[in-house]
């Protein structure tokens, strides 16, 4: 998946209309600033003792350190370059997957999962459907500090370890019957997500527009409809109607709960952005990611006649040392 990433998404992305390239190399680090460059949220105290050993005002220092701030967050190409193997990925993986499974009676009466239970033969393309999802959600998680980090990053651990969990269990008690269905649920509105994700980075605002209204419906009736009158359903009750709980009961419907409340929780983020889609007429951002710093405050002084370009300091009034390194290492040109 990585080599996808880097092979196929990054040469293509900034191709696209509307994706810029990555931006250049960081300045040198500044005073003030931790490990490896990564600007610090100073105190007033000492972001004023900065400016004056700087000869700057002292709003020309926190527009500097707002900007160096924004260059460690993630770039609209690397968002770009993330949604598109994503989207290729879930794309492949969902009709794979309903194509393994379309013949199945058990897909469209889910209570049929429990016939013969646990004597079920193993088809090989369930087999291999099944193996290639593991191992997806088995990069995701180790990859996870490599991609693009999101509010919603401790939500994702949770959901990428039960999810492992889930399958990984599934496989050992011969439940593959049921766990199939979950991943069939999940995958048919993943890749609608990370295509809207990619209509929005390349500013195609009408196709973005409508694959999010269409990416919504088919989450809210997937996760929130079908998998608890579905899935919940029979796992909790039409499994022990005939006979005991299986091997595992408890356990496996306690992470198929977990799973649901994930659903609710992501629900109510698609829910916020459907209001600020309502109120604006237009898809502006996923509220899971981080906002951009705005380059003024209210703090800011309006009639302020010197912004830092690039974390270049300006060219005149008075200077020391400290405001060369803090122009990212670089001193004023002569």
């Not at 897909?107 to 290639?132: A, H, I, R, S």
Request: proline letters at 7%; glycine letters at 6%.
């Amino acid at each position: 998946m990585v080599t996808t990433q880097q092979l196929v998404g990054c040469p293509r992305g900034p191709r696209w209309p509307g994706v810029p390239p990555p931006p250049g190399r960081a300045g040198s680090p500044a005073p003030g600033t931790g490990p490896g460059g990564h600007a610090l949220h100073l105190r007033e105290p000492q972001m004023a003792f900065l400016a004056a050993q700087c000869g700057l005002t002292l709003q020309q220092t926190r527009r500097w350190f707002r900007r160096r701030r924004n260059q460690d967050r993630p770039c609209l190409s690397k968002k770009f370059c993330e949604a598109s193997w994503r989207f290729v990925f879930y794309l492949c993986s969902f009709f794979g997957g309903l194509s393994v499974l379309y013949h199945e009676s058990w897909l469209w009466t889910p209570v049929m999962c429990w016939d013969n239970y646990p004597d079920q033969p193993l088809k090989p393309g369930l087999y291999y459907w099944y193996l290639l999802e593991l191992s997806f959600y088995i990069s995701l998680l180790i990859t996870l500090h490599l991609d693009v980090k999101r509010k919603d990053f401790k939500e994702q651990v949770a959901h990428h370890f039960v999810t492992i969990t889930l399958i990984v269990f599934s496989y050992s008690a011969n439940l593959l019957r049921i766990g199939s269905l979950v991943l069939l649920l999940h995958d048919a509105s993943d890749y609608l997500l990370e295509a809207c994700k990619i209509f929005n980075y390349t500013r195609w605002r009408k196709a973005c527009d409508t694959l999010f209204i269409i990416f919504s419906l088919v989450f809210f009736y997937t996760r929130l409809v079908l998998f608890p009158t579905q899935i919940l359903y029979t796992t909790y009750y039409e499994s022990i109607a005939s006979s005991g709980p299986f091997f595992g009961y408890y356990f496996f419907n306690g992470l198929l709960m977990m799973l649901q409340l994930l659903h609710v929780f992501w629900s109510c983020l698609i829910l916020r952005m459907i209001y600020s889609f309502t109120k604006k007429g237009q898809m502006e951002k996923d509220v899971r990611s981080d906002v951009e710093e705005a380059d003024s405050s209210d703090g800011d002084v309006a009639q302020e006649s010197l912004p830092l370009k690039n974390g270049a300091a300006p060219t005149d009034g008075p200077r020391s040392r400290a405001a060369g390194r803090l122009a990212n290492g670089h001193a004023p040109a002569t």
